[in-house]
């Protein structure tokens, strides 16, 4: 199917399941769910494989099996494209609205390269300057260490970057009336379109 927009019973049904995070809730609008959620938002991914690689789209269901937290559904839709195990980009909607972002999420030996590429005036200034750009229209986040790496000087010129195991940019969209038309697919592609340099960055120092 086209994309022609998210309906606003999509943001509904997440209202609802924040109310009523259970399987009786879930199995009464359950087709909301498969029409009004996971079919638009699988749809705009399609349409947006051209341009930036296979979609995949999230399972609906926690893994409750090491959490306090055993509601069983998470709040939200999501679906991303990746391209570098664990950088891409990612989206998904819930009951606040559309969140969209790009970035690198796993941790282990990436962040070790990561770190090794900051300590690269050249390559880590082109970092430094890729962020800076980003952060008046997006938020900068990602798992951080609280204190500085060890042996990382206190007045290391990249020390903020430095304490990240985990780098990404997101925005956070209201449901505005232009979620609800075909304009939703073009705010995503020109968001991925800006968080383009920062994904490219981290694919080629990352990999």
């Known amino acids: 199917m086209a994309f022609s927009g998210i309906p606003d019973e999509a943001f509904m049904f997440y209202e609802g399941l924040e109310v009523d995070n259970s399987k009786s809730y879930w199995n009464a609008n359950k087709q909301v769910y498969d029409?009004?959620?996971?079919?638009?938002?699988?749809?705009?991914?399609?349409?947006?494989?051209?341009?930036?690689?296979?979609?995949?789209?999230?399972?609906?269901y926690r893994d409750v099996r090491f959490s306090k937290d055993k509601t069983p559904y998470k709040d939200h839709q999501g679906g991303y494209i990746q391209?570098?195990?664990?950088?891409?980009?990612?989206?998904?909607?819930?009951?606040?609205?559309?969140?969209?972002?790009?970035?690198?999420w796993s941790q282990g030996e990436m962040t070790n390269r990561f770190?090794?590429?900051l300590e690269d005036d050249a390559i880590g200034s082109e970092l430094e300057k890729i962020v800076d750009g980003l952060r008046p229209d997006f938020r900068i986040s990602g798992d951080r260490l609280k204190t500085r790496p060890r042996g990382v000087p206190e007045d290391h010129p990249r020390l903020d970057l430095l304490r990240h195991k985990s780098l990404y940019a997101a925005r956070q969209y209201?449901?505005?009336?232009?979620?609800?038309?075909?304009?939703a697919l073009d705010r995503v592609r020109q968001?991925?379109?800006?968080?383009?340099p920062l994904v490219d960055w981290l694919r080629v120092r990352l990999s």
Do not use: C, N, Q
Not at 174 to 183: A, C, D, K, R, S
């Open 35 to 60: 029409t009004m959620v996971k079919a638009p938002v699988a749809a705009m991914l399609d349409e947006l494989a051209d341009e930036f690689g296979t979609p995949h789209l999230f399972r609906p």
């Open 83 to 104: 391209i570098l195990d664990g950088v891409g980009y990612y989206l998904h909607i819930g009951a606040d609205g559309l969140y969209v972002a790009g970035g690198w």
């Open 115 to 117: 770190r090794a590429a």
């Open 174 to 183: 209201e449901p505005e009336p232009w979620v609800h038309t075909p304009e």
């Open 191 to 196: 968001t991925w379109r800006t968080l383009t």
